[in-house]
């Protein structure tokens, strides 16, 4: 574990865009697309980065539960995506 390793936070920091409105031809023309971000340490304290394969369902599944608050039609039947982040660049 390096010196930068840290916890995930409780309260979950997330971004996310609707490109159907910002980038139409990024889209199929009777879909919208979405984009999201969950912010979150590489580097974890408890396991480092490599926990990520262990917890990334239950942290996607923490986040989409965010963004429902606000997407109210974003399900998983719809579209569903968890990858093991990528490390910061120095």
Request: net charge positive.
């Amino acid at each position: 574990m390096s010196s930068g390793a840290a916890r995930i936070s409780r309260r979950r920091l997330v971004g996310g865009g609707d490109e159907s409105i910002t980038i139409p031809r990024a889209c199929h023309p009777e879909r919208d697309c979405f984009t999201a971000l969950r912010f979150a340490p590489y580097e974890l304290a408890e396991g480092g980065a490599s926990r990520w394969d262990e917890i990334k369902e239950e942290v996607g599944n923490l986040s989409l539960a965010t963004y429902r608050k606000y997407v109210a039609n974003l399900t998983p039947e719809k579209y569903r995506r968890a990858e093991r982040p990528f490390a910061a660049r120095s």
